[in-house]
């Protein structure tokens, strides 16, 4: 096995992504590794874009900055899959793993023509199934022991369980053990086109003014007045949906909207401003007829 293992870490505040960074390099540690594991993100805010580093070594480590050639790649949210950066660095023989649903073509697609090693586990409908949250963190754990070997299922497992022992109840213990094992059982690699060293990576064009991606560190835009500048909708994990027959148009939805994403005119309920709906879901919370349901973004997706 090399000497120092480097993993990058994409997903979106809420989802676990520091947490899950910090289990596997402690769960590595418990293995006999040197371990480095630490987030890099702007202001904290659920559904945006964070990072996370963990590095694992035989040696002590000396290196302090951000993963900048991982030899994995997890992906946490596909909605991330259009980051033209997802991929900077990954070493020829490294392993893109993703959080998805898609069939492994439609993700090579959105990564850009992406033809090296891929793996692909549907970790939200595991947590949402487990878990009862969207939280595809301990799937992909899970998953990571099977790929990599660092260590076993049982010592994974025996980990998480001391670790989440000592704040959550048996309950959650529980449920979160079943979401690594089923992680691990139901990672899917994709034997795909895998050609190490070929990877022509086309940046995709939203035709976006502003996507998120563009946005200084820290996504601060210091023009007054800016908030139509902040394209939120890519944030979106879940989407609001509306049954109009049920709608009153009560407006209590754009009230509400912490993003000002409820288009109205004339009084009455329009739909959704996609471009900056962040999916917090707040909007079907109070929806008194209940005419507004959260549906995963991905399923959108991969409909149109
Ligand atoms: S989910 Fe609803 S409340 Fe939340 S940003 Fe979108 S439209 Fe607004
Ligand atoms: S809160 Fe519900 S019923 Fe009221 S306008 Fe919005 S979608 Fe329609």
């Known amino acids: ?12 505040g809420g989802q676990g992504v520091v947490t899950a960074a910090r289990l596997l390099a402690e769960a590595a540690m418990e293995a006999g590794y040197f371990i480095q594991a630490f987030p890099d993100y702007g202001p904290e805010r659920s559904g945006a874009p964070i990072r996370a580093y963990t590095r694992l070594s035989r040696s002590p480590i000396s290196l302090h900055s951000p993963v900048k050639a991982p030899d994995l790649v997890i992906v946490l949210d596909e909605t991330l899959l259009g ?11 490294g392993w893109l793993i ?18 090296g090693h891929l793996a692909l586990l549907d970790a939200t409908r595991i947590a949402l199934e ?14 990571l022991a099977r790929l990599t070997g ?8 025996r980990h998480i369980r001391h670790h989440l022992a000592a704040k959550f109840g048996e309950d959650v213990v529980r449920a979160n053990l079943e979401a690594v094992r089923r992680g691990f059982e139901e990672v899917r690699i994709d034997p795909g086109q895998a050609s190490p060293g070929e990877r022509p990576i086309e940046v995709p064009s939203g035709g976006m ?4 991606f563009e946005l200084p560190r820290g996504g601060l835009i210091l023009d007054a007045g800016n908030a139509i500048a902040y394209r939120t909708g890519d944030w979106r994990t879940f989407r609001p949906v509306v049954e109009m027959e049920k709608c009153t148009h009560c407006l209590y939805c754009w009230l509400y909207c912490p993003d000002d994403a409820i288009r109205v005119a004339g009084g009455q309920f329009l739909g959704f401003d996609e471009a900056h709906c962040k999916g917090c879901g707040i909007c079907a919370a109070v929806c008194p007829p209940k005419a507004i349901i959260m549906v995963e973004e991905s399923r959108v997706v991969a409909a149109v």
């Open 1 to 12: 096995m090399q000497e120092m293992i480097e993993i990058r870490w994409h997903g979106r």
């Open 209 to 212: 003014a502003l996507p998120w």
């Open 130 to 143: 487990v878990l009862r949250r969207n939280l595809p963190n301990t799937p992909l754990l899970g998953a």
């Open 83 to 93: 980051d033209p950066s997802l991929l900077e660095g990954l070493k020829p023989d």
């Open 98 to 115: 993703v959080n998805s649903a898609l069939p492994p073509e439609f993700v090579r697609r959105r990564v850009g023509g992406y033809k």
């Open 150 to 157: 660092l260590f076993s299922l049982e010592d994974l497992t």
